[in-house]
């Protein structure tokens, strides 16, 4: 089995940076993508940020050039830099690592909220 274990999140003020980290652990496999979500109060679970297997990445239009996806030479762990927070992306962030379609694992999510 595999558990997902974030940690980085917490309140920070408007302008400010976090860092939020996403370790595997367990039965380590290869991973595909590796991506992060969020989730704001009264709202649907989105797309942050993703990093393909060639490294490319891509982010949901609100965050390019403030957030940078990045993981580590192993494969095992993501990191969600945010740069210039806005009250806007303030949720609970969740990472996601998947195998393939169907088959994924989610951290347990690690809240951010950013004060104007």
């Known amino acids: 089995q595999v558990q997902l274990a974030e940690s980085g999140g917490g309140t920070v003020q408007a302008g400010g940076s976090l860092r939020l980290s996403c370790s595997a652990s367990?039965?380590?496999?290869?991973?595909?993508?590796m991506a992060w979500y969020r989730q704001a109060p009264g709202k649907q679970r989105e797309l942050v940020a993703i990093i393909m297997p060639d490294r490319t990445k891509n982010y949901t239009d609100s965050v390019k050039g403030r957030f940078t996806v990045s993981r580590d030479k192993a494969y095992n762990t993501a990191y969600l830099q945010m740069n210039s927070l806005k009250s806007e992306d303030t949720g609970v962030y969740f990472c996601?690592?998947?195998?393939?379609?169907?088959?994924?694992?989610w951290g347990q999510g690690t809240q951010v909220t950013v004060s104007s």
């Open positions: 996601n690592f998947r195998i393939r379609p169907g088959w994924e694992y």
């Open positions: 367990g039965r380590i496999l290869s991973f595909n993508t």
